[in-house]
């Protein structure tokens, strides 16, 4: 493998031109956020694998051609005399994965996620950007915290970093956070994810003041008077283990009242982590509707029912919670109709000490990026939901356009474009061991599972941040 010193993280994505494109403003084309200095990436030729595109319906098998941070060329190359080269036969080359859902933890001094470790993680899965979520002690509120976390970023390098700020002053749901600088500095979205912004009137002021901006709002969608006490989805299977149950229609109400809220407003609204299949019937009818909503499934709500949680494995302990069978079957039908689109992990780490407390005391979450792409392929192309082209549209170019990325090339694998590449045998088989993370979260409900499909090779900028060893990088 190459030396490969780290890129620059994002450190700017602010646009002032308003929403034209119908896309989410962000950094200005021509600009790549966290690039590598052209002198910093020497020639890189991958060479033989089929090239997927999704954002031009490209899918062929070609050479590719990294130079200068760029993508230089595509298509039978020749590779010049001082490139490396990666031997991509009967791989798949794609733009770089992106997960709009990541919590990186920094500033929180009680978890041992940093910047640093969640961005080495998001390499080793393949995803070459992510956006980390606000819901840190203090929480991502201010244009300086926005700006302190492109700091931690730069330094940490491997995967771009970017923020999603906080919508409300500490993520209280009490008082407007400041939006606009927070926009200003780069941050790409908002949400108070963690907690929902649960009083009418204040939502209504959120959406409004990110609309102004262009940006998106994510909503972390839970009535919370509905789910004091619960800790697993409602049903025979929380009564038999005698914990506290959290029902569907807690998830199911915020989305209808948040639509129903934004009609008048017209912010681009973003559901993370949907769990229901009525949640998705209630996305599908507003879209329908011509409401610029959409929705986000994870690994964890497409392969795992509230039976994980069976003999109290707190690793199936998750907020929004597994569901049934029924759930999964109804969010699948959401992913093969174009209502769910977009793939994210929910990356959520927190120490096993925490983890090890009794089902009802141990927090919510899992990590996910190590392991994502494997499960997608177990998910949605082993049971015949979607193909390759639409999975990888999934991870990279849909995400990009919600949070306006595509306008600086990031989403996208194109001559001129930024050199962010993934690199993924469709056909290894791994053992996911949460013990080989890079991450430094362990809580997996997946240890143990024999998977296909990784990620070989992650480039960033045009530099190998991720390469298992058996990759040939001559």
Known sequence: MPDTPPPDSQSDARDSSGNASGHTPGPAPGHTPGHVAAEAAPPLL???????????????TADVLLHGGTVAEIGRIDPPTDARVIDAEGCLVTPGLIDIHVHLREPDTEHEETVATGAAGAAAGGFTTVCCMPNTRPAIDSAMMVHHIHDRARQAGQSRVFVVGAATIGRAGEALADIQSMADAGAVAFSDDGDVVAEPAMMAAVLQTVHATGRCFMQHCQDPSLTRGGVMNAGPTAARLGLGGWPAVAEELIIERDIRLNRSIGCAYHAQHVSSGESAAILRSAQRDGQPVTGEVTPHHLLLTDEACLGYDTNAKMNPPLRTQDDIDRLKEAVTDGTITI?????????????????ADAPFGIVGLECALPLYRRALIDDGVIDWPRLIAMMTIEPARLVGLDRAGLGSLAAGGPADVTVIDPDEQWTIDPERFASAGRNCPFAGWTV????????VGGRVQHAIERTRVQ
């Open 46 to 60: 991958i060479r033989g694998g089929r090239v997927i595109d999704p954002s031009r319906g490209f899918d062929e």
């Open 343 to 359: 793939l994210g992990t929910d990356h959520a780490p927190h120490p096993m000490d925490r983890k090890m407390l009794d089902f």
């Open 452 to 459: 296909q499909g990784r990620a070989v090779a992650t480039i």
